[in-house]
């Protein structure tokens, strides 16, 4: 009783400074959406993105989220950007090679996961999209992904009241652009970082490998990681990795982009990060396990003229070698980011 008397006498006293002098409405306006900290985990380099051009903000990241999760963003309804990029499967699509998208298509490559993206200068396999903020044009437009129109998307969203308010919040005014949609888009794929694996615990000195995870380690270092670099597990370069073509998918890489015979056959380096939730793997998720992809690195790599100079002899491992690779791959596994309720629906 006591206590709510003292909340009541509070309030008044709030409500009466207010009225007296009336400010704070205006303070209240004034103080517009509530920026949000972009943390880089120690020992990354400096992300890529120039977030100065679109500075976060809890309310930019909220209606960016929303928009992810949202069918209508769709031509009917049903893929959203999280139908194909599922938290549990780090972002990537769970147990597909491709991912199914509107009137029974398929996409034409394996969904990435997506986590750490404020540090790839380019997106897609290929490299294709050069900015982030304009990768969501691709699949809402993709005939046999979202199929959309983008001035459909944004009559779509003006129809809707919540959208009004979440822009508002967001942009200080309720006008629904297409540019303001891929900002938010994007404000919520950067908050996206996965850096606590145990790996990471092992690296702040809070954890320790097993002896198999040490010694997977110390063979991951000198055998995978001049591409796979360490701390984000990619250099996020384009190389060739020695795969057959697919005569299904005759999928050239980075020299669909460039045009340059150079680059045929490449595709940029995948963070191998979750790794175990992300399979199944390579561009086209030809490979179901880890195992098989030992096996391509050991036996299946194909000569050619583009063909990485690294692999050139093949990357042999014994049994033990490969038990303690996978031990190690395993501690890519980030727990917390998958089940991070800030990103989830
Ligand atoms: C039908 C499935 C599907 C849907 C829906 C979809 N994506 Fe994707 N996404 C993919 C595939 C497949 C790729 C790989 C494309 C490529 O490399 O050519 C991809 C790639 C990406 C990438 C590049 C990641 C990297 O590592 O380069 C980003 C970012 C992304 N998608 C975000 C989105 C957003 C945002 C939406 C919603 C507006 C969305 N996706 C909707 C399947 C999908
Ligand atoms: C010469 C650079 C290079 C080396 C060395 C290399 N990789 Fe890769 N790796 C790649 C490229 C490029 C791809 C993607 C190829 C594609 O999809 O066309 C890839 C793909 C992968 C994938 C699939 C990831 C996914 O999300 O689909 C795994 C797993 C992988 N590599 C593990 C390893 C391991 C383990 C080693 C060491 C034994 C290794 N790689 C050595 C370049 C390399």
Known sequence: MKKTGVTITGLVVLIALCVNINSCRKSDARKGPSSLTFNIPAGFPAPAYDFTSNPLTQEGFNLGKKLFYDGRLSKDGNFPCGSCHQQFAAFATFDHDLSHGFNDQFTTRNAPGLYNLAWHKA????????????QPLAPITAPNEMAEDITNVISKLK?????????????GDDEINSQRMLKSLTQFM??????DSKYDRVKKGTATFTAAEQSGYVIFQS?????????????LSYRNNGLVISNFLQDFGRMRITNKKEDSLKFKVPSLRNIELTFPYMHDGRFYTIDQVLNHYATGVQNSATLDPLLQNRIALSTTER??????????????FVKDSRFAE
């Open 323 to 336: 038990l303690n690779m996978r031990a190690f791959l395993k501690t890519l596994t980030d727990s917390s």
């Open 123 to 134: 997106m897609h396999w290929d490299g294709g999209i050069n900015h982030i903020e304009n």
């Open 223 to 235: 055998k995978c990681a001049s591409c796979h670099k360490e701390p984000l597990f990619t250099d």
């Open 159 to 171: 129809a809707d009241e919540e959208y009004k308010r979440m822009f508002v919040a967001a942009f």
């Open 190 to 195: 950067l908050m996206l970082v996965s850096a």
